[in-house]
Protein backbone atom coordinates (compact mmCIF):
# COMPACT_ATOMS: atom_id res chain seq x y z
CA UNK A 1 0.00 0.00 0.00
CA UNK A 2 1.68 3.62 -0.64
CA UNK A 3 2.02 5.20 2.36
CA UNK A 4 -0.89 8.13 2.42
CA UNK A 5 -0.59 9.72 5.23
CA UNK A 6 1.19 12.66 5.86
CA UNK A 7 4.64 12.61 6.10
CA UNK A 8 6.76 14.48 8.88
CA UNK A 9 8.64 17.43 6.79
CA UNK A 10 12.11 18.86 8.22
CA UNK A 11 10.59 22.21 8.77
CA UNK A 12 8.40 20.22 11.84
CA UNK A 13 10.65 17.98 12.28
CA UNK A 14 13.02 21.35 13.11
CA UNK A 15 10.40 22.85 15.02
CA UNK A 16 9.71 19.44 17.45
CA UNK A 17 13.75 19.26 17.88
CA UNK A 18 13.87 23.32 19.17
CA UNK A 19 10.91 22.21 21.32
CA UNK A 20 12.58 18.60 23.13
CA UNK A 21 15.93 20.45 23.20
CA UNK A 22 14.58 23.35 25.62
CA UNK A 23 12.24 20.38 27.66
CA UNK A 24 15.23 17.71 28.50
CA UNK A 25 17.09 20.75 29.96
CA UNK A 26 14.31 22.50 31.74
CA UNK A 27 14.23 21.37 35.40
CA UNK A 28 11.41 23.88 36.61
CA UNK A 29 8.08 23.59 36.62
CA UNK A 30 8.33 19.82 37.58
CA UNK A 31 5.62 17.43 39.25
CA UNK A 32 8.19 14.91 41.31
CA UNK A 33 6.79 11.51 42.54
CA UNK A 34 9.85 10.50 44.95
CA UNK A 35 9.46 8.11 47.50
CA UNK A 36 11.55 9.55 50.32
CA UNK A 37 13.54 7.32 52.40
CA UNK A 38 15.25 9.50 54.88
CA UNK A 39 16.39 13.58 55.02
CA UNK A 40 18.86 13.01 52.75
CA UNK A 41 16.78 12.02 50.06
CA UNK A 42 15.12 15.70 49.86
CA UNK A 43 16.80 16.75 46.91
CA UNK A 44 16.15 18.51 43.25
CA UNK A 45 15.30 16.79 40.28
CA UNK A 46 18.52 17.24 38.70
CA UNK A 47 20.01 15.44 41.67
CA UNK A 48 17.83 12.55 41.39
CA UNK A 49 17.88 11.86 38.12
CA UNK A 50 20.93 13.73 36.37
CA UNK A 51 20.01 12.13 32.64
CA UNK A 52 16.40 12.40 33.54
CA UNK A 53 15.51 15.76 35.16
CA UNK A 54 13.85 17.76 32.51
CA UNK A 55 10.66 17.94 30.50
CA UNK A 56 8.01 17.93 34.10
CA UNK A 57 8.36 14.79 34.70
CA UNK A 58 10.44 11.57 34.34
CA UNK A 59 8.44 9.64 31.71
CA UNK A 60 7.84 12.36 29.59
CA UNK A 61 11.91 13.46 29.65
CA UNK A 62 12.53 9.90 28.79
CA UNK A 63 9.93 9.65 25.29
CA UNK A 64 11.25 13.75 24.54
CA UNK A 65 15.45 11.86 24.50
CA UNK A 66 13.82 8.64 22.46
CA UNK A 67 12.10 11.57 20.15
CA UNK A 68 15.17 13.97 19.55
CA UNK A 69 17.11 10.33 18.87
CA UNK A 70 14.80 9.04 16.64
CA UNK A 71 14.13 12.73 14.96
CA UNK A 72 18.52 13.05 14.78
CA UNK A 73 18.20 9.42 12.42
CA UNK A 74 15.58 10.56 10.35
CA UNK A 75 17.13 13.43 9.10
CA UNK A 76 20.83 13.63 9.35
CA UNK A 77 21.11 17.06 8.00
CA UNK A 78 18.71 18.85 10.70
CA UNK A 79 20.07 22.17 11.78
CA UNK A 80 19.69 20.94 15.32
CA UNK A 81 21.46 17.50 14.95
CA UNK A 82 24.48 18.59 16.86
CA UNK A 83 22.93 20.37 19.33
CA UNK A 84 20.84 16.86 19.94
CA UNK A 85 23.86 15.10 19.53
CA UNK A 86 25.38 16.98 22.33
CA UNK A 87 22.49 16.80 24.59
CA UNK A 88 22.22 12.86 24.20
CA UNK A 89 25.69 12.30 24.90
CA UNK A 90 26.11 14.32 28.31
CA UNK A 91 22.79 13.71 29.13
CA UNK A 92 23.08 9.49 28.44
CA UNK A 93 26.58 9.55 29.68
CA UNK A 94 27.75 6.48 31.71
CA UNK A 95 27.80 8.24 35.13
CA UNK A 96 24.42 9.70 34.53
CA UNK A 97 22.85 6.29 34.40
CA UNK A 98 24.88 4.71 36.70
CA UNK A 99 22.70 7.36 39.00
CA UNK A 100 19.49 7.04 37.65
CA UNK A 101 19.80 2.79 38.19
CA UNK A 102 20.79 3.06 41.64
CA UNK A 103 17.41 5.48 41.82
CA UNK A 104 15.57 2.71 40.88
CA UNK A 105 17.41 -0.24 42.90
CA UNK A 106 17.14 1.90 46.29
CA UNK A 107 14.52 0.56 49.04
CA UNK A 108 10.74 1.40 48.03
CA UNK A 109 11.21 2.62 44.28
CA UNK A 110 10.08 -0.89 42.53
CA UNK A 111 6.90 0.74 42.04
CA UNK A 112 8.05 4.18 40.56
CA UNK A 113 7.62 4.40 36.81
CA UNK A 114 6.11 1.37 36.48
CA UNK A 115 4.82 0.54 33.67
CA UNK A 116 4.58 3.34 31.47
CA UNK A 117 7.95 5.30 31.96
CA UNK A 118 9.63 1.67 32.15
CA UNK A 119 8.68 1.08 28.80
CA UNK A 120 9.73 4.13 27.20
CA UNK A 121 12.72 3.47 28.86
CA UNK A 122 13.24 0.24 26.92
CA UNK A 123 11.68 2.43 23.67
CA UNK A 124 14.66 5.06 24.03
CA UNK A 125 16.92 1.61 24.02
CA UNK A 126 15.58 1.09 20.29
CA UNK A 127 15.93 4.23 19.29
CA UNK A 128 19.53 4.51 20.54
CA UNK A 129 20.49 1.39 19.07
CA UNK A 130 19.96 2.88 15.60
CA UNK A 131 20.90 6.52 16.44
CA UNK A 132 24.14 5.06 18.30
CA UNK A 133 25.13 2.00 19.53
CA UNK A 134 27.86 3.36 22.48
CA UNK A 135 25.00 5.56 23.83
CA UNK A 136 22.73 2.10 24.13
CA UNK A 137 25.43 0.87 25.86
CA UNK A 138 25.30 3.47 28.67
CA UNK A 139 21.78 2.58 28.87
CA UNK A 140 22.31 -1.06 29.40
CA UNK A 141 22.37 -1.36 33.09
CA UNK A 142 18.85 0.76 33.51
CA UNK A 143 17.62 -1.51 30.51
CA UNK A 144 18.54 -4.34 32.88
CA UNK A 145 16.39 -3.04 35.56
CA UNK A 146 13.32 -2.15 33.24
CA UNK A 147 13.66 -5.37 31.32
CA UNK A 148 13.49 -7.38 35.21
CA UNK A 149 10.86 -5.69 36.62
CA UNK A 150 8.86 -6.22 33.60
CA UNK A 151 9.23 -9.86 33.72
CA UNK A 152 8.74 -9.62 37.15
CA UNK A 153 5.37 -7.49 37.00
CA UNK A 154 3.97 -8.70 34.04
CA UNK A 155 3.31 -12.71 35.12
CA UNK A 156 1.88 -10.97 38.45
CA UNK A 157 -0.40 -9.03 36.83
CA UNK A 158 -3.69 -11.29 37.15
CA UNK A 159 -5.70 -8.90 34.65
CA UNK A 160 -4.92 -6.21 32.05
CA UNK A 161 -4.71 -2.86 33.10
CA UNK A 162 -7.17 -1.25 30.44
CA UNK A 163 -8.12 2.28 31.19
CA UNK A 164 -6.12 4.84 29.41
CA UNK A 165 -4.08 6.86 30.83
CA UNK A 166 -0.34 5.72 32.20
CA UNK A 167 -0.86 2.41 33.48
CA UNK A 168 -2.29 0.75 30.47
CA UNK A 169 -1.11 -2.49 30.01
CA UNK A 170 -1.39 -3.20 25.96
CA UNK A 171 0.97 0.39 25.53
CA UNK A 172 3.67 -0.89 27.72
CA UNK A 173 3.54 -3.93 26.11
CA UNK A 174 3.74 -3.08 22.95
CA UNK A 175 6.37 -0.57 23.68
CA UNK A 176 8.94 -3.54 25.69
CA UNK A 177 8.22 -5.78 22.28
CA UNK A 178 9.66 -3.08 19.73
CA UNK A 179 12.54 -2.85 22.33
CA UNK A 180 12.76 -6.89 22.30
CA UNK A 181 12.61 -7.06 18.67
CA UNK A 182 15.70 -4.45 18.37
CA UNK A 183 17.96 -6.17 21.04
CA UNK A 184 17.18 -9.68 19.66
CA UNK A 185 15.87 -10.53 23.35
CA UNK A 186 13.80 -14.06 22.42
CA UNK A 187 12.42 -14.85 26.27
CA UNK A 188 11.24 -11.25 26.21
CA UNK A 189 9.60 -11.30 23.07
CA UNK A 190 8.22 -14.69 23.45
CA UNK A 191 6.21 -13.27 26.78
CA UNK A 192 5.19 -10.21 25.14
CA UNK A 193 3.84 -12.04 22.57
CA UNK A 194 2.19 -14.75 24.49
CA UNK A 195 0.90 -12.75 27.08
CA UNK A 196 -1.19 -10.57 24.83
CA UNK A 197 -2.75 -13.78 23.39
CA UNK A 198 -3.33 -14.85 26.61
CA UNK A 199 -4.97 -11.78 27.86
CA UNK A 200 -6.36 -10.35 24.72
CA UNK A 201 -6.80 -13.11 22.51
CA UNK A 202 -10.78 -13.56 23.23
CA UNK A 203 -11.68 -10.13 22.87
CA UNK A 204 -15.09 -10.04 21.33
CA UNK A 205 -17.58 -7.30 20.25
CA UNK A 206 -15.31 -4.09 22.09
CA UNK A 207 -18.69 -1.56 22.07
CA UNK A 208 -16.70 1.55 22.64
CA UNK A 209 -19.13 2.70 25.53
CA UNK A 210 -17.18 4.18 28.01
CA UNK A 211 -14.47 5.37 25.89
CA UNK A 212 -13.23 7.75 25.71
CA UNK A 213 -12.71 9.05 29.77
CA UNK A 214 -12.29 12.64 30.16
CA UNK A 215 -8.52 12.43 30.87
CA UNK A 216 -7.31 9.75 28.36
CA UNK A 217 -4.31 10.24 26.58
CA UNK A 218 -4.37 6.71 25.16
CA UNK A 219 -7.33 4.42 23.35
CA UNK A 220 -7.80 1.06 25.30
CA UNK A 221 -9.49 -0.43 22.12
CA UNK A 222 -6.34 0.73 19.85
CA UNK A 223 -3.90 0.05 22.04
CA UNK A 224 -5.12 -3.22 22.24
CA UNK A 225 -5.53 -3.79 18.53
CA UNK A 226 -1.94 -2.61 17.97
CA UNK A 227 -0.20 -4.48 20.29
CA UNK A 228 -2.59 -7.59 18.58
CA UNK A 229 -1.58 -6.43 15.37
CA UNK A 230 2.47 -6.84 16.47
CA UNK A 231 2.32 -10.26 18.14
CA UNK A 232 -0.22 -11.88 15.64
CA UNK A 233 0.28 -12.96 11.30
CA UNK A 234 -1.85 -10.91 9.30
CA UNK A 235 -4.73 -13.09 8.54
CA UNK A 236 -5.16 -14.41 11.74
CA UNK A 237 -4.92 -10.08 13.43
CA UNK A 238 -7.70 -10.04 10.42
CA UNK A 239 -9.97 -12.39 11.95
CA UNK A 240 -9.13 -11.16 15.47
CA UNK A 241 -9.99 -7.57 14.57
CA UNK A 242 -13.06 -8.65 13.23
CA UNK A 243 -13.96 -10.49 16.43
CA UNK A 244 -13.42 -7.47 18.17
CA UNK A 245 -14.48 -4.56 16.34
CA UNK A 246 -16.83 -6.25 14.33
CA UNK A 247 -18.30 -3.13 12.66
CA UNK A 248 -15.23 -1.78 11.49
CA UNK A 249 -16.13 -1.83 8.28
CA UNK A 250 -18.47 0.06 8.86
CA UNK A 251 -17.24 3.13 10.66
CA UNK A 252 -18.33 1.61 13.82
CA UNK A 253 -17.91 2.90 16.98
CA UNK A 254 -18.25 5.77 15.74
CA UNK A 255 -16.69 7.23 18.71
CA UNK A 256 -13.61 5.74 17.67
CA UNK A 257 -13.22 7.29 14.67
CA UNK A 258 -14.48 10.87 15.22
CA UNK A 259 -11.41 12.74 17.03
CA UNK A 260 -11.84 14.09 20.54
CA UNK A 261 -13.09 17.26 21.51
CA UNK A 262 -10.87 19.08 23.70
CA UNK A 263 -12.72 21.60 25.82
CA UNK A 264 -10.19 23.65 27.20
CA UNK A 265 -6.50 22.33 26.05
CA UNK A 266 -4.78 24.81 28.50
CA UNK A 267 -6.31 22.80 31.29
CA UNK A 268 -3.32 19.78 31.96
CA UNK A 269 -5.58 17.14 32.65
CA UNK A 270 -8.11 18.12 29.65
CA UNK A 271 -5.01 18.52 27.12
CA UNK A 272 -4.09 14.38 27.37
CA UNK A 273 -6.84 14.30 24.58
CA UNK A 274 -5.24 16.24 22.69
CA UNK A 275 -2.82 12.96 23.00
CA UNK A 276 -5.11 10.44 22.47
CA UNK A 277 -6.37 11.87 18.74
CA UNK A 278 -2.61 11.32 18.94
CA UNK A 279 -2.32 7.98 20.19
CA UNK A 280 -5.28 7.09 17.72
CA UNK A 281 -3.96 8.46 14.79
CA UNK A 282 -0.90 6.56 15.96
CA UNK A 283 -2.86 3.29 16.23
CA UNK A 284 -5.24 3.66 13.30
CA UNK A 285 -1.81 4.22 11.38
CA UNK A 286 -0.09 0.64 12.53
CA UNK A 287 -3.85 -0.79 12.11
CA UNK A 288 -4.18 0.09 8.23
CA UNK A 289 -0.89 -1.33 7.51
CA UNK A 290 -1.78 -4.83 9.26
CA UNK A 291 -4.63 -5.19 7.08
CA UNK A 292 -4.55 -5.80 3.33
CA UNK A 293 -5.06 -3.46 0.51
CA UNK A 294 -8.23 -5.47 -0.40
CA UNK A 295 -9.40 -5.43 2.78
CA UNK A 296 -12.33 -1.96 3.12
CA UNK A 297 -11.29 -1.65 6.91
CA UNK A 298 -7.95 -0.56 5.90
CA UNK A 299 -9.07 2.51 4.07
CA UNK A 300 -11.47 2.95 7.04
CA UNK A 301 -8.39 2.65 9.43
CA UNK A 302 -6.23 5.08 7.32
CA UNK A 303 -9.23 8.06 7.21
CA UNK A 304 -9.52 7.41 10.89
CA UNK A 305 -5.61 8.47 11.55
CA UNK A 306 -5.99 11.20 9.34
CA UNK A 307 -8.49 12.96 10.94
CA UNK A 308 -7.15 12.43 14.38
CA UNK A 309 -3.88 13.85 12.96
CA UNK A 310 -5.85 16.79 11.20
CA UNK A 311 -7.62 17.49 14.94
CA UNK A 312 -4.22 17.06 16.84
CA UNK A 313 -1.03 18.86 15.15
CA UNK A 314 -2.99 22.36 15.32
CA UNK A 315 -3.05 21.85 19.01
CA UNK A 316 0.23 21.01 20.08
CA UNK A 317 0.88 24.60 21.56
CA UNK A 318 5.09 25.14 21.97
CA UNK A 319 4.08 28.31 24.42
CA UNK A 320 2.07 26.02 26.13
CA UNK A 321 4.58 23.96 28.77
CA UNK A 322 1.47 21.97 29.90
CA UNK A 323 1.29 20.46 26.19
CA UNK A 324 4.69 21.50 24.94
CA UNK A 325 6.10 19.25 27.52
CA UNK A 326 5.15 15.25 26.16
CA UNK A 327 3.09 15.95 23.09
CA UNK A 328 5.76 16.80 20.18
CA UNK A 329 7.25 12.97 21.26
CA UNK A 330 3.45 11.50 20.49
CA UNK A 331 3.37 13.50 17.61
CA UNK A 332 6.79 12.46 15.80
CA UNK A 333 5.41 8.44 16.77
CA UNK A 334 2.44 9.20 15.32
CA UNK A 335 3.44 10.68 11.75
CA UNK A 336 6.65 8.34 11.76
CA UNK A 337 5.94 5.08 12.52
CA UNK A 338 5.54 2.08 10.19
Known sequence: MPDAFPTLSPAQASEFAKLGLANVHREY???????????GDVRSPRHLHPAFYGSYDWHSCVHQHCMLARLARLFPALPERPEIDLALRENLSAANIAA?????????????????????????????RRYDPALAANLAPLVAVMRAGLMAYLPALTHPVRHGVHNNTAFAVKLALDYARAADDQELKLFCTSRMAYWFGHDTDYGARWEPSGEDFLSPALTEAEVMAAVLPPDNFSRWLGRFLPNLHTGEPVKLFTPVRVSNPSDAKIAHLIGLNLNRAWCWRRISLALAESDPRQNRARDA?????????????VGDFNRAHWLASFAVYALTES
Request: hydrophobic share 45%; aromatic share 14%; glycine share 4%.
Open 29 to 39: PHLLTHPVNDA
Open 100 to 128: ETAYFTAPGRSFFERPYGWAWLLKLDEEL
Open 305 to 317: ALRHLEAALPMID
